[in-house]
T-cell receptor
Framework: KNEVEQSPQNLTAQEGEFITINCSYS?????LHWLQQHPGGGIVSLFM???GKKKHGRLIATINIQEKHSSLHITASHPRDSAVYIC????????????FGSGTQLTVLP | DGGITQSPKYLFRKEGQNVTLSCEQN?????MYWYRQDPGQGLRLIYY???????QKGDIAEGYSVSREKKESFPLTVTSAQKNPTAFYLC????????????FGQGTRLTVV
C-alpha cells in the first residue's frame, strides 16, 4: 500500500464547478505539499501546510492531522486549472524530502 | 530571476550509452534532489544531496550516478546499467531538508531508442 493515496485519479469538471481532490497518508508527517504539474511537465508548489487551512486565490488547502487527510479545493474552476495535482508529504524525521502521491489529472471543460 | 534550470528538455539516447542530465539552481539552496516520474506513478527519489561534495542514494539509485562539486549544480548520469531509462526526470531543490518549500525544474524527458 502506498504511503500517500490520492483520489480521484482522474476528474473532469465543467467550467465554474467546485472541485475537491483528496489525499490520505499513512505515516507521521511534518508537512504536506500540494503541487501542480502542467502538460509541459514542470511542477509548481501550490501550498505547504502542517495544520489548518491555507487559501490562495481560488485555491484552498486543508489538512486534518488526526485523520491523516488533506483536501485541495478549487472554486469557480476554469480550463486553465487543467493539470495534474500532486500531494506530497514530508515524513517525520526523514531527510529525504518528499514522498509523493500518484497525482490527480484534472480536466476542466469550457 | 531565481530558479532551477534543467537541460535539455528532450533527450534521445541510443541503448548502451551513458547520458548526463543537467540541473542548475541559483537559489542558494543547500539541498538538491533527482526524481523519476513514470506514467501512473508518483515521483520516486533517485539521489539527493544535502551539501556540496555529499550525496545519498534514494529509492531507485541503481543505474544512476551523481556528483555535487558545486552548490548550484547537481548533474545526473543515466548509465547503460539502468535497465529501463526512458522516463521523465525532475530536479528539485530546497533550502534545507526539513519543512521547507521545494522548487522544481521543468524536467527532462529521456527516450532510449
Amino acid at each position: 500500500k502506498n504511503e500517500v493515496e490520492q483520489s480521484p485519479q482522474n476528474l473532469t469538471a465543467q467550467e465554474g464547478e467546485f472541485i475537491t481532490i483528496n489525499c490520505s497518508y499513512s505515516v507521521g508527517i511534518s508537512a504536506l505539499h500540494w503541487l501542480q504539474q502542467h502538460p509541459g511537465g514542470g511542477i509548481v508548489s501550490l501550498f505547504m501546510l502542517s495544520s489548518g487551512k491555507k487559501k490562495h486565490g481560488r485555491l484552498i488547502a486543508t489538512i486534518n492531522i488526526q485523520e491523516k487527510h488533506s483536501s485541495l479545493h478549487i472554486t469557480a474552476s476554469h480550463p486553465r486549472d487543467s493539470a495534474v495535482y500532486i500531494c506530497a508529504v514530508r515524513v517525520t524525521g526523514s531527510a529525504r524530502q518528499l514522498t509523493f502521491g500518484s497525482g490527480t489529472q484534472l480536466t476542466v471543460l469550457p | 530571476d531565481g530558479g532551477i534550470t534543467q537541460s535539455p528538455k528532450y533527450l534521445f539516447r541510443k541503448e548502451g550509452q551513458n547520458v548526463t542530465l543537467s540541473c542548475e539552481q541559483n537559489l542558494n539552496h543547500d539541498a538538491m534532489y533527482w526524481y523519476r516520474q513514470d506514467p501512473g506513478q508518483g515521483l520516486r527519489l533517485i539521489y539527493y544531496s544535502q551539501i556540496v561534495n555529499d550525496f545519498q542514494k534514494g529509492d531507485i539509485a541503481e543505474g544512476y550516478s551523481v556528483s555535487r562539486e558545486k552548490k548550484e549544480s547537481f548533474p545526473l548520469t543515466v548509465t547503460s546499467a539502468q535497465k529501463n531509462p526512458t522516463a521523465f526526470y525532475l530536479c528539485a531543490s530546497s533550502i534545507g531538508a526539513m519543512n521547507t518549500e521545494a522548487f522544481f525544474g521543468q524536467g527532462t524527458r529521456l527516450t532510449v531508442v
